[in-house]
C-alpha cells in the first residue's frame, strides 16, 4: 500500500518501513484532518511558508538568546498577521503559526486565545462593536490578564478590585497588595496594549465576585505604559520562552462603566447589578482554552511520537541474535512499548480533541440563545480532559524523550522544548489536581441522578447502567467483541470509581464532618474517579472514530484502538482487579494481547506517524526529519552553535589557559 512519503536519497531504512505500509497514509492524514481539501491545504500552507524568505531563520532559535528569539518570533507574526493575514481561514491559523514561529509562543497568542474569546463571548453589543474590529484587524494587542501572585487557582480570593463610582459613572481598578499584582499572563509583559482583567466587583461595599473589564494598559501611540499601570515581563520559564508572561499592577485606574464586560452580567449606571443566567459565564474564556487545547495537546504528543519513531527506525545500536547484523533499536520490544502508546494515545487525544471542539460549538450556540444547559456537562468534560491529557502528553514525550538515547537529551531532537511546552498545560488553565475535582463534583450529581432514575447526558449515561460481569478475555477471537468487552469493563470501572468514592464521602460526613472537609479526605479517590471517566470518554471517542472510519483504514485503526485499549487496561489494572470485576488471569490475557498488538504495529508504526502529516520545519527535530539522514544533519546543526564561532573561546583564553599555565609553572 502506498506511503506517499517515500522520496530518493532517503535513509534506506525508513524507506524500507514505508514499503511495509499497509494502508494509505493519505487517506489516514485526511480522516485525521476532516477532509481531502483540509490535507492538501495543510500542505500548501507548509510548502508556502519554507518558500517565503520573510520566515526564513538564519540560526535555529535553540541558539539565539531570549531577546532575539522574542524579536525574530515577533518579525514572523508581523508578516503572519499583514500579509498572511487573508490567505489562511480562521481554523488554518494554529498550523500556520506552528510551521512559521514554532512552539513556544508569539505576541499574539494570547490575543487570539483568550483576548478576542472573552470580548466575544462577554462583551456586549456596544463594546463588541467598538473594540473588536479594532482587535481582529490588530490595531490594538489585548491578552487576558486574571492570575494573580498570591492566587491563581481559587479564583474568589482574587485581590484586584473594581469598584464601582455612581458619581462619575467609571470602575476604579486596583491592585491593593504586592501579592494582588496580576503575574503570569501571556503576551502581557511586553507585547499587550490592551487586557481584559479580571477583577473582584464591588458595588455599595458589596463583593459580587470575578468579573472581566476591559483596560487599556499603554499608550497606542508610544506603547508607553499609561499613568498608574506598572507592567513587564516575568522573567525566563522551563519553556514558551518567545511568550512575554506578564507582570501588572493596577494604582486606582479609572475606566468608563461600559468597558466592563456586560453581556451576561450587568452593571447600570446607577449601579445596580444584574446576575448572568449562569452564574460560571464570566469563567466562559477558560472553558474555550480547555475545550481548544485537547487537540493542540495531542498534537505535541504526536511529534513527539513521529521523532521517536522514525529515529528507532534509523537507529542502528546492538544485537538480539549473536552473530546477526545491528538491529534498528525500533525492533526491541521495550522501545516499542514505550514509543507505540504514545503514537495510540496521540490519535486517541486528537480524535477526542475534535469531538469536545465541536461540543463547545453546540454549547456556545445554546448560550446564545439563553440557554446554558450543556455548560455543566461541557465543563466537568473539559476540565477531565485537560487535566489528563497534559499529564499523559508529558510523560509520553518524556519517554519519546528516552527513547532516543542521548541524542533525545539535545535540543537538536525537539523533544526537550516540547516537554516543556507540554507539561505548562498541566498547569495553566487550572491546575490539574483542582480541575480534576471540578469533574469529580459533576460525578457525585451523577450518581445521585443515577440513584434516583433520572435522565443522564451522554459523557455520564454509563453511570445508570448495571454491570454484569468482565467478559475480556472470554469472547473469543472477535476483535469487534473484545472491542466492546473491554468497553464494558471500562464503564464498570468508572462507575464503580464514582460509587466508591461517593460513599467515600458520605461516610465522613454521616462521622460528623462538614462537607468541604470530608471531600478533602476523599479527593484523591475522587480524583481517580474523574481520570477514569475522563479515560472512559477518550477511549468510546477513538471506538465512534474506527466505527465512521472507511474501510481502507479501518483494519489499521483496528489494530491501534487494540493496542490503546490494551494499553489502558494494563495501566489501570488496580483499578480493574480492585473490586474482583476482573481477576489476575485477565489481565494476563491484556498483558499477551498488548505484547501482540506491538508486534502487529510494528510495520506500519513508521507510517503511522507520516500520516500525522508534520513538515519538517514543523517538527523542528533533526532526529525526526522525514528523510532520517540525522547524522550529517545532527554535525550540521551542531556547528552552528555559538561557542563554535571561534576555535579558542574568551572564556577559555581568560581562565582556563591562565588556570592551566599557572599550575604548569607551579610544577
Ligand atoms: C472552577 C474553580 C476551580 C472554582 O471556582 P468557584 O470557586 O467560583 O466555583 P466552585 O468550585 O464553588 O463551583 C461552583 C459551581 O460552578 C461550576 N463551575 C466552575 N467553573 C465553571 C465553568 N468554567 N463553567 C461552568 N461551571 C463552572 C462548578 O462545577 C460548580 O458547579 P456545582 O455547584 O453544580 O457543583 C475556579 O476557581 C477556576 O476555574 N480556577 C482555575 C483558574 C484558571 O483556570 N485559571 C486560568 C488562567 S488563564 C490561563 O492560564 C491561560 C493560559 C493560556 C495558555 C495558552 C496556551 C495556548 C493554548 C492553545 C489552545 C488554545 C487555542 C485557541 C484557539 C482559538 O481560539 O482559535
Ligand atoms: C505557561 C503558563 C501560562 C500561563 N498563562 C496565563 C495567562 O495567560 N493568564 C492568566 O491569568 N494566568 C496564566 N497562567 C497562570 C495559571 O493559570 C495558574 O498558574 C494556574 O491556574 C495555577 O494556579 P496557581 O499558580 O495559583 O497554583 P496553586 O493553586 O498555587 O497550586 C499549587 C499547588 O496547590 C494545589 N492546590 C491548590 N488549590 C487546591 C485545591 N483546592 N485542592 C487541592 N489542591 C490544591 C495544586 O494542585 C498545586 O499542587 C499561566 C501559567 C503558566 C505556567
Redesign the pocket.
Known amino acids: 500500500m502506498p506511503n506517499r512519503c517515500i522520496r530518493p536519497g532517503d535513509n534506506p531504512d525508513l524507506t524500507k518501513e514505508r514499503e511495509t505500509c499497509t494502508f494509505d497514509t493519505d487517506e489516514l492524514a485526511a480522516n485525521l484532518y476532516g477532509s481531502r481539501r483540509n490535507l492538501e491545504r495543510r500542505r500548501e500552507i507548509s510548502q508556502k511558508v519554507s518558500a517565503d524568505p520573510d520566515f526564513a531563520d538564519p540560526i535555529p532559535h535553540e541558539f539565539l538568546s531570549r531577546e532575539k528569539a522574542v524579536d525574530a518570533t515577533a518579525k514572523k507574526s508581523k508578516v503572519i498577521f499583514q500579509k498572511w493575514k487573508n490567505l489562511v481561514k480562521?481554523?488554518e491559523?494554529?498550523h500556520l503559526v506552528n510551521e512559521a514561529v514554532g512552539i513556544q509562543?508569539f505576541p499574539l497568542?494570547?490575543h487570539?486565545?483568550?483576548f478576542?474569546?472573552s470580548l466575544n463571548s462577554q462583551a456586549d453589543d456596544d463594546l463588541a462593536a467598538e473594540i473588536l474590529p479594532r482587535a481582529k484587524a490588530y490595531e490594538i494587542i489585548g491578552t487576558?490578564a486574571?492570575?494573580e501572585m498570591g492566587h491563581?487557582?481559587?479564583?474568589?480570593e482574587l485581590e484586584t478590585t473594581a469598584t464601582y463610582d455612581k458619581t462619575t459613572q467609571e470602575f476604579v481598578i486596583n491592585t491593593p497588595t504586592r501579592k494582588a499584582m496580576k503575574w503570569?499572563?501571556?503576551n502581557l509583559g511586553k507585547m499587550s496594549n490592551y487586557a481584559v482583567v479580571c477583577c473582584q466587583l464591588i458595588i455599595d461595599g458589596k463583593n459580587l465576585?470575578?468579573h472581566n473589564f476591559l483596560v487599556q494598559l499603554r499608550c497606542e501611540k508610544t506603547h508607553e505604559p499609561l499613568p498608574g499601570i506598572t507592567v513587564g515581563d516575568i522573567g525566563p520559564k522551563i519553556a514558551?520562552n518567545t511568550t512575554d508572561n506578564g507582570f501588572l499592577a493596577l494604582d486606582n485606574v479609572r475606566i468608563p462603566r461600559r468597558q466592563m464586560l456586560m453581556k451576561h452580567a450587568k452593571v447600570s449606571p446607577d449601579g445596580t447589578y444584574t446576575p448572568p443566567i449562569?452564574?460560571?459565564?464570566n469563567?466562559?474564556?477558560?472553558?474555550?482554552?480547555?475545550a481548544?487545547?485537547i487537540?493542540?495537546h495531542g498534537h505535541l504528543l504526536a511529534r513527539a511520537a513521529a521523532v521517536a519513531t522514525r529515529y528507532s527506525a534509523v537507529r542502528r545500536q546492538g544485537r538480539i541474535e549473536n552473530g546477526g547484523p545491528e538491529v534498528q533499536i525500533l525492533d526491541y520490544q521495550t522501545q516499542q512499548h514505550r514509543i507505540f502508546p504514545q503514537i495510540a494515545r496521540a490519535y486517541a487525544i486528537l480524535f477526542a480533541g475534535q469531538e469536545v471542539r465541536d461540543q463547545y460549538a453546540k454549547t456556545l450556540e445554546g448560550i446564545a440563545n439563553g440557554q446554558a444547559d450543556l455548560?455543566?456537562d461541557?465543563?466537568?468534560l473539559t476540565?477531565g480532559l485537560k487535566s489528563v491529557v497534559t499529564f499523559m502528553g508529558g510523560l509520553g514525550i518524556e519517554q519519546c524523550r528516552m527513547s532516543c538515547g542521548g541524542h533525545g537529551y539535545s535540543d537538536a531532537s525537539g523533544l526537550p522544548k516540547l516537554y516543556g511546552v507540554q507539561i505548562?498545560?498541566c498547569?495553566?488553565?487550572?491546575?490539574n489536581m483542582?480541575?480534576l475535582?471540578?469533574t469529580a463534583?459533576?460525578l457525585m450529581?451523577g450518581v445521585k441522578w443515577a440513584e434516583q432514575g433520572k435522565s443522564l447526558s451522554p459523557s455520564i449515561a454509563y453511570l445508570g447502567k448495571k454491570s454484569g460481569k468482565s467478559l475480556i478475555g472470554l469472547k473469543g477471537g472477535d476483535i469487534t467483541r473484545e472491542h466492546e468487552a473491554i468497553l464494558e469493563t471500562l464503564e464498570h470501572t468508572a462507575r464503580r470509581l464514582a460509587i466508591d468514592a461517593s460513599q467515600l464521602w458520605e461516610k465522613r460526613i454521616k462521622g460528623g464532618e462538614c462537607k468541604e472537609r470530608a471531600w478533602n479526605g476523599v479527593t484523591v479517590e475522587m480524583n481517580r474517579a474523574s481520570r477514569v471517566y475522563t479515560r472512559l470518554f477518550m477511549a468510546r471517542s477513538f471506538h465512534r472514530r474506527l466505527l465512521s472510519s472507511p474501510s481502507s483504514i479501518r483494519s489499521v485503526l483496528s489494530d491501534l484502538f487494540s493496542l490503546y485499549l490494551h494499553y489502558e487496561c494494563v495501566d489501570m489494572a488496580q483499578h480493574l482487579l480492585e473490586d474482583g470485576h476482573c481477576n489476575g488471569g485477565q489481565i494476563q490475557y491484556l498483558k499477551k494481547r498488548l505484547y501482540e498488538d506491538l508486534t502487529t504495529l510494528r510495520p506500519n508504526a513508521v507510517s503511522l506517524v507520516d500520516s500525522f502529516e508534520i513538515s519538517d520545519r514543523e517538527l523542528n527535530s533533526v532526529l525526526g526529519r522525514r528523510d532520517g539522514n540525522v547524522y550529517e544533519a545532527l554535525f550540521q546543526w551542531a556547528k552552528q552553535s555559538e561557542l563554535n564561532y571561534t576555535d579558542v573561546l574568551p572564556a577559555v583564553k581568560n581562565y582556563m589557559m591562565p588556570m592551566m599555565e599557572e599550575n604548569r609553572s607551579k610544577l
Open positions: 480562521p481554523e491559523m494554529p509562543g497568542a494570547l487570539h486565545a483568550m478576542l474569546p487576558y486574571q492570575t491563581g487557582t481559587n479564583l474568589r503570569w499572563p501571556g465576585g470575578p514558551y449562569h452564574a460560571k459565564l469563567y466562559g474564556a477558560m472553558v474555550h482554552v480547555r481548544h487545547m487537540y493542540s455548560l455543566p461541557l465543563h466537568a476540565s505548562g498545560g498547569t495553566y488553565e487550572g491546575e483542582v480541575m475535582q471540578q463534583r459533576y450529581k
